[in-house]
């Protein structure tokens, strides 16, 4: 529902888009995306919550990141790096795994 503001938001950040993947706590969750091959590594995970009247960044230190990853992919507690491994080997394939 929220797509034109999250990819607004994440275009003035240096991404492509945001793409939606998931609800959460009364929120539409967004991730920023590139809509190119090239492989990227821009750290953690970023997040996009919006709702009718919020629209903001949660990035990896705040408590609601964890939560979010939690409720969306049902993940345990992990280090950050574990995670962006997961995600990227996800997104790229095991060719990538090499490289990490």
């Known amino acids: 529902m929220w797509e034109d503001r999250a990819s607004e938001k994440a275009i003035k950040?240096?991404?492509?888009?945001a793409e939606l993947i998931g609800t959460w706590n009364g929120y539409e969750?967004?991730?920023p995306e590139?809509?190119?091959?090239?492989?990227?590594?821009?750290?953690?995970?970023?997040?996009?919550l919006i709702n009718k009247n919020t629209e903001r960044w949660v990035r990896h230190f705040e408590k609601e990141?964890?939560?979010?990853?939690?409720?969306?992919?049902n993940e345990t507690d992990e280090t950050d790096y574990k995670k962006l491994r997961k995600m990227l080997i996800a997104k790229f394939g095991k060719e990538i795994e090499e490289q990490l």
């Open 29 to 31: 969750v967004y991730t």
């Open 34 to 48: 590139f809509n190119d091959d090239r492989i990227r590594v821009i750290g953690a995970p970023k997040y996009i």
């Open 13 to 17: 950040a240096g991404f492509h888009k």
């Open 65 to 73: 990141y964890d939560k979010i990853n939690k409720a969306l992919f």
